[in-house]
């Protein structure tokens, strides 16, 4: 007969290791957003590829995302490039063509920390659904790609890397 401590001890561990997938996915701190409003996204990071440094994190901006702002992390590089479109902002302080990508590169973010990366946006008055926005996290000597997003009406829990995302309230 295996002694109490051992066997609590195998329990605790088979639990960890089916909470593992819900908590090793890149996810916005925020799971519900409303149309027409301005947004703060908190993406959260918790963990590296594999066993590997996370040295990057780019975004890809969906147009339902509009007026991006994102906030620089001290030690890393914040680049912005433009939408592909080049439509231009014509709201806010300081219009200018429209976020396509945020990238935060030349960091180092360990494997065991957890990290936030932070941006402003307002919500498309005609957002509707989920948003997903697409993430490439760059690694030493790799990169994840949380860039699936589910077709017609699946759900984000049958996606091995699914992307970030946000559910649309009226």
């Not at 295996?2 to 561990?13: G, I, K, N, S, Y």
């Not at 089916?18 to 409003?37: C, D, N, Q, R, Y």
């Not at 989920?130 to 996290?137: C, G």
Request: glycine residues 10%; neutral net charge.
């Amino acid at each position: 007969m295996m002694p109490t401590l051992p066997r609590a001890v195998t329990a605790l561990a088979g639990l960890l290791l089916l909470a593992t997938p819900a908590a090793a996915h890149i996810s916005f701190e925020t799971a519900t957003v409303t149309a027409g409003k301005t947004v703060k996204f908190v993406l959260r990071v918790p963990h590296g590829c594999g066993s590997l440094p996370t040295t990057g994190i780019r975004l890809q901006i969906p147009k339902s995302l509009e007026h991006v702002k994102p906030a620089p992390k001290p030690g890393w590089t914040l680049t912005l490039v433009p939408a592909a479109s080049g439509a231009e902002a014509t709201q806010g302080h300081g219009a200018s063509a429209a976020v396509g990508e945020i990238a935060w590169t030349g960091g180092r973010l360990e494997d065991a920390w957890y990290d936030e990366f932070t941006f402003r946006a307002t919500v498309s008055k005609s957002a509707t659904g989920r948003i997903f926005v697409p993430v490439v996290q760059e690694c030493d000597g790799g990169v994840a790609r949380w860039i699936e997003s589910p077709a017609g009406s699946g759900s984000a829990d049958d996606l091995n890397a699914p992307a970030p995302s946000v559910r649309v309230e009226p």
